[in-house]
C-alpha cells in the first residue's frame, strides 16, 4: 500500500474548499492507502494566532475530521505539534533548499500580501516544513488541491538535492493526487478569490459548523451575476460566481457542471440556489451534529491525537534520525 500524508491548518473552522478540495477525498483514500493525517499547527502560526483560539481550533478541526469519517484506528490523526521529528527535518531543508526556489512559491506572495517585509519568516520557509512533513513519513503520495501543487514540486527538488548532496538515494520521489472535480472552490463574495478559513468575511464562505439557516442565507446572498443559470458551459468563462456555484452543486453530486447544466441550465440563480442549499444541508449537517457531539467529550479527542502522535513518531523518528546521521550529526 503506498503512504499518503496530508495535512490541514488549524487556522479557522475547514470551509467547504477543505472539505470537497481535500477532506472529503481523505475518506476515500482511506481504502486503498496506508494514510497519515495532520493538523498542521506549526504551520498554521506561520500568521498569528491567538493562543485561546488555536487550541480550540486544533480540537474542533480534529472534531470534524472525525465527524468526516477518518478513521483514526485504521489511519493515524495527530497534531503536528506533538512530533517532533518535523521540525527537526525542517530545519535540514531549510539548509538544504535555496533561498531562489522560496522566493518562486505563489503562496507566499499571496499571503504576504504588499507588506512582504513584517511577513514571519516561518511564512517563507513554510514550503520547507511541509517537505519535512511528508518526507519524514517517505510518504509517496499526496492528495492536495491544485494550489498546493508548486509546494509539492519544491518538495522533491528538496529530496533530490539532498540525495545528490549526501549520495543517497533516501528520500523518495511524491506524487500528488488531484482528486475530484472541484479541485478549487472560490469565495461566495468573489469568484476569483479562493474560499478559505482566515477570510475575514464569514459570508465567503461555508463553514463545515455551520446550520441549515446559516447555510441558506450565505448562499442566497452569495454573489451572482443578472443572467438566468446558463446552458452550456463555455458560457461560464466570463462568470466566475456562476461557474464557482455550479462547480460546488457538481462536486456535491458527483457529477460534472455540464450535466449540471443539463438540468439546470435556463433557470433563475434563485431557484438553483434553493436546491444547491438543499444538497449542502443534507451533506453538511450530519458532519455539524457529529462534531457537536464529539466535542462535548475532549479527554476522548486528547486521547484519539496522543494515540496517533505515538505511531505517527514511532515512523518518522527512525527516518529523521537517519537522515540526521546522513548529514554528518553525531547523535545523542
Ligand atoms: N478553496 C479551496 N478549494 C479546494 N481546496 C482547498 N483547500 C483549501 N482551500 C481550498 C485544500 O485544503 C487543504 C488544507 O488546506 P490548509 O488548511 O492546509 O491550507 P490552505 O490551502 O491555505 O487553506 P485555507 O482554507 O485557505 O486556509 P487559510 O485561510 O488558513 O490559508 C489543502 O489540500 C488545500 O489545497
Known amino acids: ?124 520557509v513554510y514550503p520547507n516544513l511541509m517537505a519535512a512533513d511528508i518526507h519524514a513519513y517517505h510518504a509517496t503520495r499526496v492528495p492536495v488541491g ?15 538535492k539532498f540525495n545528490h548532496d549526501y549520495g543517497v538515494d533516501f528520500f523518495p520521489n511524491i506524487e500528488p493526487l488531484i482528486m475530484g472535480p472541484a479541485a478549487r472552490v472560490m469565495s461566495l463574495r468573489d469568484g476569483t478569490k479562493k474560499m478559505s478559513k482566515s477570510d475575514p468575511s464569514d459570508q465567503s464562505r461555508i463553514n463545515l459548523n455551520d446550520d441549515a439557516e446559516t447555510i441558506a442565507l450565505k448562499i442566497r446572498r452569495a454573489k451572482t451575476d443578472p443572467l438566468p443559470v446558463p446552458s452550456d458551459v463555455s458560457e461560464l468563462a466570463e462568470r466566475p460566481e456562476a461557474r464557482n456555484l455550479v462547480g460546488i452543486y457538481a462536486a456535491l453530486t458527483e457529477t460534472d457542471p455540464a450535466s449540471v447544466l443539463q438540468a ?41 491525537l496522543r494515540s496517533g502522535s505515538e505511531r505517527a513518531a514511532a515512523i518518522a523518528d527512525p527516518i529523521v534520525a537517519e537522515a540526521e546521521r546522513l548529514v554528518g550529526f553525531v547523535g545523542g
Open 146 to 160: 491544485d494550489d498546493q501543487r508548486q509546494h509539492l514540486e519544491l518538495a522533491n527538488d528538496i529530496a533530490q
Open 264 to 304: 439546470h441550465g435556463g433557470t433563475g440563480f434563485g431557484s438553483f440556489k434553493a436546491a444547491l442549499t438543499e444538497l449542502l444541508v443534507d451533506q453538511l449537517s450530519p458532519i455539524a451534529a457529529e462534531t457537536r457531539r464529539l466535542l462535548e467529550d475532549e479527554a476522548s479527542l486528547l486521547q484519539i
Open 1 to 124: 500500500m503506498q503512504r499518503v500524508f496530508s495535512g490541514i491548518q488549524p487556522s479557522g473552522i475547514p470551509t467547504l474548499g477543505n472539505y470537497l478540495g481535500a477532506i472529503r477525498n481523505w475518506v476515500k483514500l482511506q481504502d486503498s492507502h496506508e494514510c497519515i493525517f495532520c493538523v498542521v499547527d506549526l504551520h498554521a502560526i506561520t500568521v498569528w494566532q491567538e493562543p485561546a483560539a488555536l487550541r480550540q481550533q486544533s480540537l474542533e478541526m480534529t472534531a470534524i475530521l472525525l465527524a468526516c469519517g477518518i478513521d483514526p484506528n485504521k489511519h493515524i490523526l495527530f497534531l503536528q505539534s506533538a512530533v517532533r521529528a518535523h521540525a527537526q527535518l525542517a530545519w535540514i531543508f531549510n539548509c538544504v533548499a535555496r533561498l531562489g526556489w522560496l522566493n518562486r512559491m505563489t503562496q507566499f506572495k499571496d499571503k504576504a500580501g504588499k507588506d512582504r517585509e513584517a511577513a514571519s519568516s516561518g511564512l517563507f
